[in-house]
C-alpha cells in the first residue's frame, strides 16, 4: 500500500509520496525544530484530489504530471527523493514558475555498493546456485572472478566514478562512456577512477571489450533504448548487463531475446519498466535475470542524507529562496 504524509512547516503544506514509513520517520525528524505537524493520508485514494491544497511535494515514484500540477494550484516545489526526475513533468512545471529539485549526490555510495552486489550475484552464478540447492543438486556451472575483468561504465556521473573506484579496487580494468568528456582534461583521468574515458560516440566501440556493462545515466530523449538490439549482439557471450538507472535505457524486447536465447550471459537490474514489477512478467521468469525492488539508493546512511537535502531546501523555500539542487534553473533569471 503506498501513502502520503501531510507534513506542515511553518506556513507551507508539504506532501510526500513514498511508501516507506522509515524515509518518512526521517523526514518528520528533519523537520522538527520547523514547527511540523503531520498526517497520513489514504494513497489508494486518486492522488490528485488529496494534493490539491500542497505547497511542497516530496515525490517518490510516482508520475507528477500537468494533471497533478493543475489540481495543485498553491505548489511551489516539487522535490524528488533522488537524483532522477524523468518522471516529472519538468517543462510544464517551469511554465507553472514552480521549482523542481532532486537529490544529485547523497546515495552514490549506496548506488555504487549495490551496483557491485549485482555484478558480484552475477559473477558468482547465485541465482543458478539458489536453484540447485533448493533441488539438492550440485550447481552445473562455475562462477568468475572479478579480477582482471573488464568493466564499462556508462555514464561517469556521482554513482558511475563510485562504482569505477570499487571496481578498481577489484582488480577490474575500467573504461567508460559519458557524456562531455572534454571535462576530463589531460592528466585528470585518474581522477574517474577509470583507465579509459571516451565520448558517448564510442559506445559500440567498447561494449565488444567488456565483461560487464554497468548503466549510469538519466533519461532522456538520448539515453531511452541507448542499449537495444545492435547494443547487446555487440556484447561478449560471457558478458553481463547491470542496469541500476532506469529500465527504459535498455529496449525490453532486446533484452528478453538476448537472456532467452542466451546470447549473453545474464543481467541484474534494480529498476524497471513498470514498479512494483509483476511476478508473472516474462523476464522474471529467466534464471540469467535477476531484479532487485529499486532499493540501490536505499540504505540508512542514504536515506539520513537525502532527507537532510530535501529539508534543507524546504527551509528555504519557506524562507523565499530557491533550492539549493535546483533543476529548473531558467527560474532563477524570473
Known amino acids: 500500500m503506498r501513502i502520503t504524509l501531510r507534513l506542515r512547516l511553518g506556513n507551507l503544506k508539504i506532501k ?12 518528520d525528524s528533519k523537520l522538527e525544530p520547523h514547527g511540523l505537524v503531520s498526517e497520513i493520508v489514504d494513497m489508494e485514494k486518486p492522488l490528485p484530489p488529496q494534493l490539491s491544497d500542497a505547497e511542497v511535494l516530496v515525490n517518490g515514484t510516482s508520475r507528477i504530471d500537468s494533471t497533478i500540477v493543475n489540481a495543485s494550484p498553491d505548489l511551489k516545489l516539487i522535490h524528488q527523493a533522488g537524483i532522477g526526475y524523468d518522471n516529472i513533468d519538468v517543462p510544464y512545471c517551469t511554465a507553472k514558475s514552480i521549482y523542481v529539485a532532486n537529490v544529485p549526490l547523497a546515495n552514490s555510495t549506496s548506488v555504487a555498493e549495490h551496483t557491485l552486489f549485482l555484478m558480484i550475484l552475477l559473477a558468482k552464478n547465485t541465482q543458478s546456485s539458489g536453484r540447485s540447492v533448493a533441488k539438492r543438486r550440485n550447481p552445473r556451472s562455475m562462477g568468475i572472478e572479478l579480477y582482471g575483468k573488464t568493466l564499462l561504465v556508462v555514464g561517469l556521473g556521482a554513482s558511475g566514478i563510485e562504482v569505477a573506484r570499487r571496481a578498481k579496487a577489484f582488480g577490474m580494468n575500467v573504461i567508460s562512456v559519458t557524456k562531455d568528456p572534454v571535462s576530463a582534461k589531460p592528466g585528470r583521468e585518474r581522477s574517474f577512477f577509470a583507465d579509459e574515458v ?62 532467452s536465447e542466451r546470447k549473453i550471459a545474464g ?44 529539508a534543507s531546501n524546504i527551509a528555504r523555500v519557506s524562507e523565499g529562496k530557491s533550492p539549493l539542487t535546483l533543476v529548473n534553473t531558467e527560474l532563477l533569471a524570473r
Not at 510526500?16 to 523526514?27: G, H, K, P, Y
Not at 516474462?282 to 535475470?289: A, G, P, T, V, W
Open 16 to 27: 510526500v509520496t513514498m511508501r516507506s514509513l522509515s524515509f518518512l520517520e526521517i523526514l
Open 198 to 259: 571516451k565520448d558517448p560516440a564510442a559506445l559500440h566501440e567498447c561494449i565488444p571489450r567488456a565483461d560487464f556493462v554497468s548503466l549510469h545515466v538519466p533519461l532522456n530523449d538520448e539515453t531511452r533504448g541507448l542499449i537495444d538490439e545492435k547494443a547487446l549482439a555487440l556484447m561478449k557471450p560471457s558478458a553481463y548487463l547491470v542496469n541500476v538507472a532506469r529500465a527504459p535505457v535498455v529496449d525490453r524486447d532486446a533484452i528478453y531475446s538476448c537472456l
Open 267 to 310: 543481467a541484474a537490474f534494480d529498476v524497471f519498466w513498470e514498479e512494483p514489477a509483476d511476478a508473472e512478467d516474462r523476464l522474471l521468469q529467466l534464471d540469467n535475470f535477476v531484479l532487485t525492488p529499486h532499493v540501490a539508493g536505499w540504505t540508512k546512511e542514504s536515506v539520513e542524507a537525502i532527507a537532510g537535502v530535501i
